[in-house]
């Protein structure tokens, strides 16, 4: 059937009433204005209707006329099919129930919204997080928001969605899941609403027996089902949350015979196929599979299962409060990778003694047992399972929980599979691409896929790669990766994960048998061959494929959506083009980039002049600024026109006073990403540009820093919080301002302010073995080695150092520190520049051009194998990053395709320049002129 289409049937209803009205239609919506228009303010109350996207094409002969005589502007989901998305909360949460959003005149929102809510009595259609309810058995909501959508810097520099009030009040008005309102306005159809004065955030009791506005902060006076109180937020969905509760006896207070419980919540009509089965259905389908497997080890038990309303619950044996990302996140990877990348020769060319020992060769005890343990117990539950005739068809990190002891438990089975029956989905990168395109019937060879994932995840601390990977090739990835970061250390790991992997029934339920049995320790190697690195030839073509994704798809990113879209307006440096621009910049010569520049010099030279945006380099309107610069000194079409002043950044929410500010926003006036030191940068930046008053702008912003107290950076603290501690790092934190403070006094030859940085950076040196030390630890993430808040950042700020002061010990830090990030190399889940592989890549590249040292090259050369490794592209396609989500930046340089292309350009030519600026003070050798393919 084809889809249905609100723009035809709305076209024909407006000929037919003979009243002028314009539509318009976009990607999502068609917008509908009545013509004259009424004179509506800035931001008011809006009417939401909510519609299962099934019942949409029977809401609109009953809602459009009614709408269209009442005269007021309104859009609607463009179809049926682009609702049943917006209900799905895979693209946003706010978006979730809203068909039909209503901007009435203020003094007809209460009647209207009464009005609606009777025409439409009894009309099904999820739940609005965002919005309270006029009529519990009707599907019009309501909040006060924008009806224009105005941004301006919020207080991390960002862009935010904000409404201004009286007296210079702002809101930022972005919906999200609980209901808030301006504390100056008061509810329309609420009598017992509290003063105006404070923002509120209240929970729909009347309605919802559930905390569901808020998940982290439950109400203490709410039994859920009359007998479980809630007592702490475990997940927040638009989908349903997730509580952890206490049951008691059933009276309020009574702890008697309490234990503590998970009750999951499921909102109806949201994420509701075209067979109608919507979430409520994976929670009874949950119950089903639960019940059958009552007893089997590692599973949480079936307690209880009540409605309220048109919501479910489930209720569930508690059987830990952290899963195994979460574990891995903050714990690091379960098995401890080689001190060197397997894949590459030690920096000292000494011999890793890790990577020769016998294949099969017994583990280590302190590395082995929580890996073989989470192996053992996760084989053991699956094959019981199978064994009762059930496929999870969902095992991922996610949903492995971990109890006090560590013992694995899984958890979320709404997609399983019994006696024929099972519901549609799964997690891209654990699940089989069969088993997402519904291809192939659920078998017991998708569970063994999923755990091979999630053994290589626990092995090196990487996600599978997602995105349009097919399975052979996510196989491929997989053990790609695994080599890469193990090397031929363990054999019967590589031979086991193979299998798993593999598709073929007899082969995965053999290694499944081994894992529960402990034989798979005796393998030797197996179906599993070692996968090949990526050939010389594929790296060199890798920069041309990024180059083209970029020219293909960043504009429609940044021009393509609406106005109210956040890549519409934003221009800064981090995720916006002025990013994307300033490495294109580079690549003039390429058919296609100039027009695209010129493109992205108009969008950014319009977000200047329309968007009140607070200074700062990466978030912020120096970044812009040095774009336009750049683009206009080579030659670019860049706008004349007027720009806005530099707005303040919004205050942060909650926060009255400056004490009450948490310590990493008080940062912000001084760091890089949007504070005086990154203004600095940009300031020397415009400087090189020409800009002849920059040299002094960057000087008087170094004034306010050396005003700021400079404490002592405490070694022991850092090292046990290293790549936790924003401080510290190079965004927001010590090592941005000391960068600076030492770039300015390179420029300007300011003796008190080299003595500043030289007292700074021999602080910094003094650090470095300890904090070399943190980053190797098994304990340790990735975020240890990033450019943010971790080596990478510190191996910049002691480069830049020796350059400046001309110190042996400060180049043998700085290259310690660099060789400290050298064994993450293989194992960085993140590939741009902030926190991943390409700003890894760049540091690395830097000590190649100073040092003229080839092993800087080849660790760099590593980096972009390692692109390769994570690609869900075939090698003749490579793609790095997927573009799933408006706000993932898929095109930027600090976590997208331009900042990759940043790091491969400089990777063909690495005297080449990056995109910060580099010290004056003198001239350093360039590397003996090797380039990729070299």
């Known amino acids: 059937m084809a889809d249905w289409n609100a723009q035809d049937v709305l076209r024909r209803l407006t000929e037919e009433c ?26 008011g109350w809006k009417l939401h209707i909510s519609s299962r996207a099934d019942a949409l094409p029977q809401l609109a002969p009953v809602l459009f006329p009614r709408l269209l005589a009442e005269g007021c502007g309104f859009k609607v989901a463009r179809s049926d099919r682009v609702l049943r998305r917006l209900n799905d909360a895979g693209v946003g949460s706010g978006a979730v129930g809203k068909a039909v959003t209503v901007y009435p005149p203020p003094e007809r929102v209460r009647e209207l919204g009464r009005e609606l809510a009777e025409l439409l009595r ?18 019009v909501y309501y909040r006060y928001g924008p009806f224009r959508t105005h941004w301006r810097s919020g207080p991390y520099g960002t862009l935010v969605v904000v409404i201004h009030g009286p007296d210079g009040q702002e809101f930022e008005a972005a919906a999200s899941l609980g209901y808030r309102q301006p504390p100056w306005v008061s509810d329309p159809f609420r009598t017992d609403e509290p003063p105006p004065g404070t923002e509120v955030a209240l929970t729909d009791t009347a309605a919802h ?113 952290r899963n195994l990302m979460e574990h891995i996140w903050r714990n690091g990877a379960l098995l401890p990778a080689p001190c060197t990348p397997a894949s590459m020769p030690a920096a000292d060319d000494g011999e890793d003694p890790g990577a020769t020992g016998e294949a099969g060769a017994t583990w280590p005890a302190d590395e ?100 349009e990977a097919s399975t052979a090739l996510a196989r491929t990835r997989a053990l790609q990766c695994l080599h890469a970061v193990h090397g031929t250390r363990r054999p019967e790991l590589r031979a086991v994960v193979g299998d798993l992997l593999s598709r073929d029934p007899d082969r995965s339920a053999g290694a499944l048998a081994d894992l529960a049995s ?34 293909a798809e960043a504009g429609e990113y940044h021009l393509g959506g609406e106005g109210v879209d956040f890549p519409a307006v934003d221009a800064s440096l981090y995720t916006g083009s002025a990013g ?53 000194r080579a030659g670019v079409e860049v706008p004349t026109g007027p720009v806005l002043p530099a707005a303040t950044r919004g205050r942060a929410p909650d926060a009255a006073d400056a004490a009450e500010v948490p310590e990493v926003l008080r940062a912000v006036d001084i760091d890089v990403v949007s504070g005086h030191a990154g203004v600095g940068l940009g300031r020397l930046l415009l400087a090189d540009l020409g800009d002849p008053g920059a040299p002094a702008a960057a000087a008087a912003l170094a004034e306010p820093l050396l005003r700021r ?53 021999h602080r910094l040196a003094a650090l470095v073995p300890d904090l070399v030390a943190a980053a190797a630890a098994p304990t340790a993430s990735q975020m240890a080695v990033s450019w943010c808040r971790g080596l990478g950042g510190l191996a910049r700020v002691l480069r830049h150092a020796w350059l400046v002061l001309d110190e042996p010990e400060l180049r043998r830090a700085a290259e310690t520190a660099t060789r400290g990030c050298q064994p993450w190399l293989t194992r960085l889940s993140t590939l741009g520049q902030c926190c991943g592989t390409a700003g890894l890549g760049a540091v690395l590249l830097d000590l190649a051009v100073d040092t003229g040292e080839d092993r800087y090259l080849d660790a760099a050369h590593e980096a972009a194998r390692h692109l390769m490794r994570r690609s869900h592209g075939p090698d003749d396609a490579p793609a790095l990053v997927a ?52």
């Not at 937020?233 to 234990?259: C, F, I, K, L, P």
């Open 18 to 43: 003979g009243a002028p009205h314009s539509l318009v239609t976009g990607a999502t919506w068609t917008r509908v204005r009545c013509e004259p228009a009424p004179d509506l303010p800035e931001h």
């Open 122 to 139: 009894g009309h099904p259609g999820p739940r609005v997080p965002s919005d309270r309810r006029v009529a519990e058995d009707a599907p």
């Open 209 to 321: 027996p559930a905390p569901d506005d808020h998940a982290p902060r439950p109400a203490a006076d709410v039994l859920l089902g009359g007998r479980y109180r809630a007592v702490e937020g475990v997940y927040e969905s638009a989908r349903g949350n997730v509580y952890r509760a206490v049951e008691t006896t059933g009276r309020a207070g009574d702890a008697a015979h309490a234990r503590t419980v998970i009750v999951k919540t499921a909102r109806a009509h949201v994420s509701e196929d075209r067979d109608g089965n919507d979430v409520r259905v994976r929670l009874r389908n949950e119950r089903r599979v639960l019940t059958a497997c009552a007893g089997v080890p590692g599973i949480p038990a079936f307690l209880d299962h009540f409605a309220h309303a048109a919501d479910e619950y489930l209720v569930t044996s508690d059987v830990g409060d």
């Open 368 to 467: 082995a047992d929580a890996f073989t343990r989470l192996a053992r117990e996760l084989a053991t539950t699956l094959g019981a399972l199978h064994a009762k005739g059930v496929v999870m068809r969902d095992v991922t990190p996610r949903n492995i929980v971990l109890d006090d002891t560590g013992r694995s438990h899984l958890i979320d089975f709404g997609i399983s599979a019994l006696d024929g029956i099972h519901l549609p989905g799964g997690t891209p990168g654990y699940a089989p691409r069969e088993q997402l395109d519904r291809t192939e019937e659920p078998s017991a060879a998708d569970d063994h896929y999923a755990l091979g994932m999630v053994l290589v995840f626990a092995a090196t601390g990487l996600p599978p790669v997602t995105g």
């Open 518 to 551: 402990g034989d798979w320790r005796a393998r030797t190697g197996g179906h599993a061959l070692t996968p090949p690195a990526a050939p010389t030839g594929q790296v060199a073509d890798l920069a041309d494929r990024v180059l083209e994704i970029l020219l």
């Open 580 to 632: 994307v621009g300033l490495e294109l910049l580079h690549h003039r010569h390429r058919p296609g980039v100039p027009e695209l520049l010129r493109r992205l010099a108009r969008h950014a030279h319009r977000s200047l002049a329309t968007v009140p945006t607070a200074d700062g380099l990466f978030s912020g309107r120096t970044g812009t600024e040095v774009f336009l610069a750049a683009a206009r």
């Open 709 to 761: 107290e400079d404490p002592a950076v405490p070694s022991a603290h850092l090292a046990a919080e290293l790549g936790r501690e924003t401080t510290f790092g190079y965004a927001h934190g010590y090592l941005g301002v000391t960068d600076f403070l030492l770039l300015l006094a390179a420029r300007n030859g300011d003796r008190g302010l080299l003595e500043t940085g030289r007292l700074r950076a």
């Open 883 to 934: 573009n799933t989500h408006t706000r993932d930046a898929p095109y930027s340089w600090a976590q997208g395709y331009a900042g990759i292309l940043a790091f491969l350009r400089r990777l063909r030519e690495p005297a080449g320049p990056d995109l910060l600026p580099e010290p004056t003070a003198r001239n350093t050798p360039a590397p003996h002129g090797r380039t990729v393919g070299g």
